[in-house]
């Protein structure tokens, strides 16, 4: 939860009036208090009545994908995944940190998995519930602009090169994390013979190793449970082609949420779509659930129209399809911005249309968060409130959580209005 101001919270136990069963039963009503509270906090030109999961008239797709969620709390299943695509709001991670732990929050999960992309590597930010380090020379492609694109990409959308003869990469999960710690990774890569991919900790860890050149990653397998990885890269050939990473996905074998959030600092609706590995790269995580918050970018593109980017939408969701068949899709409206920090955009409200209209296309449902923030020109009173940067286009780490917090109330209500599970008080 967001609280901006300290809340003091007094209770006076008086035993032959007020008897709590359990400590459970007590957290439970200072989680509600503090969600009244939190709502009454929360600035007067946004719209927390519009903070609600909107269906197509077909809802079939998201019953299933609740369904999903009660057999994992039921001990019927031992993972639900879900998939994030986005631009730099998601790669910033804060909005992604919000819903994983919301999610894992749903039965007190803490297995499942995460994907993360050392971005040190390749010089930009990375996602605050886990660090990355690297040694080396390394270029970066991405999928988001055509001067760094490159053959190969995957479902990230990014990827970290070299031909450097001694390189290395890691990353540490922190506390905000969950899970925390995990007993298996995949890492994407290409399968270069001129390259060894291997692990600085080969003398300390057990582990099983196995290559998937087809399915284009390694996986290693660990005895114990540990929280970092330093991975080594070593050039044996110096006439070889580079040496590619596209991600790795971080998982532990216990019951839990898997949640994959794939944001690339500028990519549009379009984006994805140039990443040749990412049907074969995505089947190793087959969502059952895809949250999109793709089109800051699109609509910064003067030649933006409602129909080009609803035909971007539509081609990758056909992609999606060819991976998961039954997956639900979460259409996230397109935050509103400014142009070059000066001008307002209008172009929000088409693509906020063209979600309502993927949704009913594709049997999926819209988070409206252009009418929760507040509509045209409610960026700027985002900025005035300390919320979102100078641009006038991104959140700050308290304004990305709010959205994040309301946006999986949002979910959780919903979910639980349709869920076979009776809630126990």
Wanted: hydrophobic fraction near 35%; charged fraction near 25%.
């Amino acid at each position: 939860m967001i609280i901006d101001k300290k809340v003091n919270i007094f209770i006076t136990f008086k035993t032959s009036l007020v008897s709590f069963r359990s400590l459970k039963s007590l957290l439970s009503l200072l989680l509600i208090f503090c969600s009244i509270t939190v709502e009454a906090q929360l600035p007067s030109f946004m719209n927390p009545g519009q903070s609600k999961i909107v269906f197509a008239k077909d809802s079939s797709k998201f019953m299933d994908f609740y369904k999903k969620i009660d057999d994992l709390r039921k001990g019927k299943k031992d993972r639900v995944y879900i998939a994030h695509f986005g631009g730099s709001h998601i790669q910033a991670g804060f909005w992604p940190e919000v819903l994983m732990n919301g999610f894992q929050s749903e039965g007190n999960f803490t297995g499942g998995g995460v994907f993360v992309f050392p971005f040190k590597m390749v010089k930009s930010n990375t996602p605050s519930f886990y660090r990355s380090f690297s040694y080396g020379k390394w270029k970066r492609c991405r999928c988001a602009i055509s001067k760094e694109m490159c053959d190969g990409l995957g479902m990230s959308g990014m990827a970290a090169i070299t031909n450097d003869s001694l390189t290395t990469f890691g990353f540490k999960l922190l506390e905000t994390s969950n899970p925390k710690t995990f007993n298996s990774v995949k890492v994407y890569h290409n399968f270069n013979m001129s390259f060894e991919l291997g692990l600085n900790h080969e003398s300390t860890l057990k582990f099983e190793r196995r290559d998937y050149k087809k399915k284009g990653y390694t996986e290693f397998i660990f005895e114990t449970e540990i929280d970092s990885l330093n991975f080594v890269v070593i050039k044996k050939d110096s006439l070889a082609r580079d040496f590619m990473m596209k991600g790795i996905s971080v998982e532990n074998s216990k019951p839990g949420f898997y949640y994959a959030s794939m944001g690339v600092n500028g990519a549009s609706s379009s984006s994805f779509l140039r990443c040749t590995e990412f049907v074969n790269e995505l089947k190793s995580i087959p969502p059952d659930l895809v949250i999109f918050t793709l089109g800051v970018n699109d609509t910064h593109d003067v030649n933006f129209s409602k129909e080009r980017f609803i035909s971007h939408y539509d081609s990758l969701v056909t992609q999606i399809k060819k991976v998961s068949p039954d997956c639900a899709f979460l259409f996230v409206s397109t935050t509103d911005n400014y142009m070059n920090r000066k001008t307002s955009n209008k172009r929000p409200i088409k693509a906020q249309e063209a979600a309502y209209e993927l949704m009913e296309k594709h049997k999926g449902a819209v988070y409206d968060l252009y009418a929760v923030m507040g509509g045209y020109k409610s960026i700027y009173k985002w900025y005035k409130a300390g919320l979102a940067a100078k641009d006038k286009v991104h959140f700050n780490s308290k304004g990305y959580k709010i959205i994040g917090n309301l946006m999986f109330e949002a979910i959780d209500r919903s979910y639980k209005n349709n869920s076979k599970i009776k809630e126990t008080k």
